[in-house]
Every structure is written in C-alpha cells, then in structure tokens.
C-alpha cells in the first residue's frame, strides 16, 4: 500500500507570513504543499500565480509543491508553474482543450501530471491517459472556495477510481480536497484516497502538529 501524504492547502494559510506558514506546517509534518491556483474564469476567486511558488522555492521551502490549477486555458501556466519550481502540476479536463497535449506538456516539464474531477464530472476523461497519470485528484467540494464541507457521494467515486486506478496496473495515487477533517480522513482513505489536502482543517488549528498528529492516528487503522 502506499504511504499516506499530507496535503496542506496554502489557500487557508496567513498571507502576510507565508514563508514562515509553510516552514511551520512542513515541521509540523506535512509531506507536501498545496496551491489552489483560482482565475475567477472558470472558477469563481482569484488566488495567486507563479510568483509565489517561484517566491518558496526562493525562501528555501524544499517540500513537493502540488499545484492544482484551476484555470482555463491550462497550458501557459502549466508551463509557468513548471519553471517556478512545482513538483506536482494537475487540471481540470473540461478546462483543457487538449488533455493528452497538456498532460505531456507537464511531463516534458519535468513535473508530475494529474487530473482533477470535480463532483459532477465524469470519470471518462481517464478512459485513454491512464498510462500517463502520476495522481487522480477527486474534489469532494465544488471548486472556488475554501471552507467547504465534505460531499457525501465522494466515496463512491473513490470507490469507482480506485478500481481504474488497479485495473490499470499503473502505480497512481489518488488525491482528496475538500472538506478534509481529522473525524472523516479513516473512512475517506478506506474509500481509496491517499494524498488529502486539507486546507482550514490545519491552517485554523491553533497546533498543526497536533492535527497532523491526529490525522496520521487515523490513517493508521485504515
């Protein structure tokens, strides 16, 4: 099986210290660093660009960086978010005009390639790009905001990914956001997550450690 990451969500983290924030929660156990890269075009909210992550990576932060963009059109960006130091680069097909070319556009980059899927979006976007996949990322809330809670029918297409993911032989993680906790990350993982970004469930945490701590605690039953 898999090791378990933890996702933390910058997008709940402090602004004006986001240095310190990200070497606080990657001390406190994190294994990787989130962006929700927002456009208010095909989401609502605008987030932030190349610039920070190239501004981390400049501060000294080493953790996987997973940008998640949540964009249209994908590719200038991806490229961008490539040169500016992120490990894991993922998008949104029915953001994409061509899934295959932006997909290989991240591998060329250096970085790995995933594919998002949002409550509603069907799961025939994986049919033909299995083979080119380093993560599925399931969103258990419609993208935009931060904050949310948890949809319930997310477990049944873990459940459903899952069974691709095995089917295929490849070796892909799946990736959970949205509404992650400390009292459901068991049930989710059992459903067939592995790598859980959570943002406000640590960032608004007077411990991240000990959240981390708890959610570790969890995931050991699974």
């Known amino acids: 099986m898999k090791e378990f990451l933890i996702a933390p969500s910058i997008l709940s983290a402090d602004f004006a210290r986001l240095g310190e924030e990200v070497d606080a929660v990657v001390a406190a156990g994190a294994d990787v660093v989130h962006f929700d ?41 991806i490229s961008k978010f490539a040169d500016a130091g992120a490990s894991y680069i993922s998008f949104h097909p029915e953001a994409a005009t061509h899934i295959d070319r932006s997909l290989q ?6 970085c790995q390639p995933g594919l998002v899927f949002n409550p509603a ?11 080119k996949l380093h993560h599925i990322l399931i969103m258990s809330v419609n993208p935009g905001f931060g904050g949310q809670s948890f ?19 490849q070796n892909i993680r799946i990736e959970i956001d949205g509404g992650v906790k400390v009292d459901n990350i068991r049930t989710i993982a059992e459903a067939g997550a592995d790598m859980f970004v959570a943002g406000s469930a640590i960032f608004n945490a007077p411990d991240y450690a000990q959240v981390i701590k708890q959610m570790r605690n969890e995931l050991a039953h699974v």
């Not at 610039?51 to 964009?71: F, N, Q, T, W």
């Not at 949809?151 to 032989?169: C, D, F, M, N």
């Open 105 to 110: 556009l991240i591998i060329d980059a250096g």
């Open 121 to 131: 979006t069907p799961l025939h976007y994986l049919d033909h790009v299995m083979d």
């Open 151 to 169: 949809i319930p029918s997310t477990y049944e297409k873990l459940r459903q990914v899952k069974e691709r993911v095995a089917q295929s032989g």
């Open 37 to 77: 890269v927002m456009d208010n075009h095909y989401v609502p909210n605008l987030t932030f660009g190349p610039m920070i992550c190239e501004a981390l990576r400049k501060y000294g932060v080493s953790a996987p960086i997973d940008v998640h963009l949540m964009v249209s059109p994908v590719d200038d960006l």
